[in-house]
T-cell receptor, first 111, second 113 residues
């Protein structure tokens, strides 16, 4: 079957660094995505990994290990506006088809 | 605004009624996706179009659900004989043929009473 696991909730303080983990078991693999979703809004794209290693984009970085079925999203210099749900998603088939999402990790950033 | 748009944003209906939602993707995007999201869950895939062809449908999608994209532009999602369990946010997303990122619309929130 298809399974994506990530913690339900995390808390952190402004200026800190937080790592959100994601493990997956899918029938195929063609990329891992991280999306950010503020309450009541649509998900917005953060990052994409298809090869092992770290992808850095400003304050956000994402890591992938395909052999371990594992990814993490690293958020640095946390700001209050980073309080949101972070969704890990896997594309299991060839490019263009559906994403399988985890339940999301709700991150609360306090001052 | 040139993003993905959805209409209506909110819909309240009584159990047993039919509802139809519309999605207008980003104009140059030939791929269109429908997802459903309930509280505390991630989006769940429903169906996918490439141009006007419906190429993939979730096995979880009941026969009461049907989607169309007649001219390869906008898409409609119809739910017949709605049930309380259909209450959810219905999200539409689009992407280019070679693009990685799916761009999501604001969603249609359906409440079935």
């Amino acid at each position: 079957g298809q399974n994506i696991d990530q913690p339900t909730e995390m808390t952190a303080t402004e200026g800190a660094i937080v790592q959100i983990n994601c493990t997956y078991q899918t029938s195929g693999f063609n990329g891992l995505f991280w999306y950010q979703q503020h309450a009541g809004e649509a998900p917005t794209f953060l990052s994409y990994n298809v090869l092992d290693g770290l992808e850095e984009k400003g304050r956000f970085s994402s890591f992938l290990s395909r052999s371990k079925g594992y990814s993490y999203l690293l958020l640095k210099e946390l700001q209050m506006k980073d309080s949101a749900s972070y969704l890990c998603a896997v594309r299991s088939n060839q490019a263009g088809t559906a994403l399988i999402f985890g339940k999301g990790t709700t991150l609360s950033v306090s001052s | 605004d040139t993003g993905v748009s959805q209409d209506p944003r909110h819909k309240i209906t009584k159990r047993g009624q039919n509802v139809t939602f519309r999605c207008d993707p980003i104009s140059e995007h030939n791929r269109l996706y429908w997802y459903r999201q309930t509280l505390g869950q991630g989006p769940e895939f429903l169906t996918y179009f490439q141009n006007e062809a419906q190429l993939e449908k979730s096995r979880l999608l009941s026969d009461r659900f049907s989607a169309e994209r007649p001219k390869g532009s906008f898409s409609t999602l119809e739910i017949q004989r709605t049930e309380q369990g259909d209450s959810a946010m219905y999200l539409c997303a689009s992407s280019t043929g070679t693009g990685v990122e799916q761009y999501f619309g604001p969603g249609t929130r359906l409440t079935v009473t």
